[in-house]
């Protein structure tokens, strides 16, 4: 929208419920809601998107990154109703879009592809057979679908037929189409995917190279371009490839032709992705272009904008994923509200690609995306400085996030060494995810600090606001004559209490004791914008941070990372709370109940399953917390529930024996 706002061409956006106030449906020049929050019923539903674009004269559809991006019933329906689809003609996003097809295709087009077999006889001796013959391991690979559904590696003849079954089972549930290639498996290889664009006049370019092998569960966390160590001979070799595979199709628009590449820079087709990739601006930025401009300007009939010999490679990017989910526990996505959500500036080199704002809610129906962060530098080590640099300065309070874990990632030897891999993730799995220490009692002694100095704060304006401005009783203070006042603090380090005796001195700093340690400990709050931050000197060193407190956790963002203090919960509202866990279960997510398995009156055992939740295309069983026997069920199939909420009720154990 802001690239169609820039060339003068209006825009119009849909959306479901969920999205009524999002950012795209402020941003476009009209808006059209097209049905509930589920996907089926929205926004993939193809005759309420094609209706609106009638009902608003628009000339094109821009299909975005997923749902109907790569939709050959959706390109061809645009195109028999007299709407461009911006994108490529329905017969290439056919043709790569059958993994089997697109390999016979490339091959004879002279694209190197991997040894494997595609064919057409699905027996289990056939494929098992090919298998021997190629070498072990293998990948088991579905023929359709994508996202690293159906997809097995077997090392071995004997667990070929289990892993094979296996394959087959989730490609069936996903795409409703079980057939499988067999591949030889490159181990530890790089996912290296090349920019393509194609026009209506038969012109094809390459826009080099982008690393994604970093990855979990088969899906891109932080994407660079160009790739690290790639030869200028190696780089020509992929665009070529790239343009023969684009060309092979008759392509048009923007598409991404991916490879898999071993240690010594051999390269084999994977796919193609036959629409704008998601992580589409670090391209931009070595470029110097912009790929949706070129996609509407290509769309509307003209040549692409530059030819080979223009794009010229400067400098490189890097693209972190910034997600809501929780990275320590297997990377679960989460769902809840943005309370505080602050980023770094952005300028020509630093980029914020999101659709949310503070105050906004992370949906469960959709992917849990927050934010692309886009970097540019001269090289690649400026660029990587950058990305940390910017990823500190990214705060955001109220659900778990995967920042933390992107500045770990980025800051691992071997990632800035550029020695990456798609099993990068599982191989340094105890350094990304070491032991989580104490919070050291320095940043303990600030975190009681932040909190008195809000206190103080807060009180004073009231005292400002307040006729009585010379009350001694409006005063948090502390100072006392003649009397040397001491406050007990107790504050939550994980699930941890740590006690704070906090001595109020003359001068206006404090002495604080934790356990047989004393610190000296002064500061003060300083606003700037919307924003609190705490300068504070600790036994002599200062230092600064953000400083957030809401919903009893004080948050402190330093420049080298990040502390999260809880306050403890009054005994009587903690006990109402633990009363409703040990009651029953609860919702671990906000999410959509799939399934359920239990009802009034059913006796269960500890870890017996009592429904299927799903939040953000994951699924996860809730199982019985205690044996018991079910009171109620608070929840039906296909009804939502929020994080927290009590889903199943036991009976007391009073209730139980009657």
């Not at 994604?212 to 690290?228: L, M, T």
């Not at 080590?381 to 109220?398: C, D, E, M, P, W």
């Amino acid at each position: 929208m802001r690239t169609a706002k820039k060339m003068g061409v209006k825009s119009v956006a849909v959306y479901s419920e969920a999205d009524r106030n999002s950012m795209h449906v402020a941003m476009a020049d009209e808006a059209y809601c097209i049905g509930p929050p589920p996907s089926q019923q929205s926004y993939l539903a193809m005759e309420k998107i094609l209706q609106v674009a009638k009902v608003s004269a628009a000339q094109a559809i821009h299909p975005g990154y997923g749902f109907l991006s790569e939709n050959t019933e959706f390109a061809e329906l645009c195109k028999q109703q007299g709407i461009i689809f911006i994108g490529p003609p329905s017969s290439a996003i056919r043709d790569m879009g059958i993994k089997s097809t697109s390999k016979a295709i490339m091959s004879a087009a002279g694209v190197p592809v991997v040894e494997g077999y595609h064919g057409e006889d699905q027996s289990d001796e056939c494929l098992k057979d090919h298998a021997r013959r190629i070498g072990y391991p293998v990948m088991i690979k579905a023929v359709r679908g994508g996202g690293g559904k159906g997809m097995r590696i077997a090392y071995s003849e004997k667990e070929f037929l289990d892993q094979l079954e296996s394959a087959r089972r989730e490609a069936k549930k996903s795409f409703n189409d079980d057939a499988m290639l067999i591949e030889k498996f490159v181990d530890n290889p790089r996912h290296v995917e090349v920019q393509v664009f194609g026009d209506q006049h038969g012109n094809a370019v390459y826009l080099f190279e982008r690393d994604c092998s970093v990855q979990r569960r088969h899906q891109k966390i932080i994407e660079e371009a160009p790739g690290p160590g790639i030869s200028p001979e190696v780089r020509r070799r992929l665009g070529e490839a790239a343009v023969k595979a684009a060309k092979a199709v008759n392509y048009v628009g923007a598409g991404t032709v991916e490879f898999i590449m071993d240690s010594q820079h051999n390269f084999y087709f994977m796919e193609m992705n036959t629409r704008l990739q998601v992580e589409h601006p670090v391209t931009e930025m070595i470029t110097g272009t912009d790929l949706v401009e070129w996609q509407l300007r290509v769309a509307a009939g003209e040549k692409i904008p530059l030819t080979q010999e223009e794009i010229l490679l400067q400098g490189h990017a890097f693209e972190a994923r910034i997600y809501a989910e929780d990275p320590n526990n297997n990377f679960m996505p989460g769902a809840g509200p943005l309370l505080h959500l602050s980023t770094p500036p952005a300028d020509r080199f630093t980029r914020i690609e999101t659709g949310v704002r503070q105050g906004d809610e992370v949906s469960v129906h959709y992917d849990p995306m927050i934010a692309k962060l886009v970097v540019w530098a001269e090289d690649r080590q400026a660029a990587l400085r950058k990305l940390r640099y910017s990823l500190h300065q990214y705060n955001i309070v109220g659900l778990s996030t995967n920042i933390d874990f992107l500045l770990s990632l980025s800051g691992h030897p071997q990632f800035e060494a550029g020695n990456v891999h798609t099993n990068f993730i599982p191989q340094h799995h105890d350094e990304l995810f070491p032991t989580k220490k104490a919070t050291p009692h320095e940043v303990m002694c600030q975190a009681a600090l932040g909190l008195i100095l809000k206190e103080k704060m807060l009180t004073d304006a009231f005292r400002d606001q307040s006729d009585d401005k010379f009350s001694p009783f409006a005063s948090s203070t502390g100072r006392r004559i003649n009397i040397c006042y001491t406050r007990k603090l107790s504050l939550l380090d994980g699930e941890n209490i740590v006690d704070v005796a906090v001595s109020y001195n003359q001068d206006g700093s404090y002495k604080m004791q934790i356990q047989d340690e004393t610190f000296l400990i002064s500061g003060e709050i300083l606003k700037e914008g919307d924003s609190l931050y705490l300068r504070s000197s600790v036994n002599g060193t200062v230092s600064k941070s953000k400083l957030v407190i809401l919903d009893n956790t004080i948050y402190l963002f330093f420049p080298e990372g990040s502390a999260q203090i809880g306050l403890p919960v009054p005994k009587y509202l903690s006990a109402v709370s633990s009363g409703a866990e040990q009651s029953g279960a609860v919702a671990p997510m906000t999410g959509t109940v799939e399934k359920v398995f239990v009802k009034a009156g059913d006796k269960v055992q500890i870890g017996d399953p009592l429904m299927v939740m799903i939040a953000m295309k994951m699924e996860h069983t809730i199982r019985a917390p205690k044996a018991g026997v079910i009171k109620k069920v608070n929840f039906q199939e296909g009804a939502q529930a929020n994080r927290h909420a009590p889903l199943v009720e036991f009976m007391d154990e009073e209730a139980e024996s009657k």
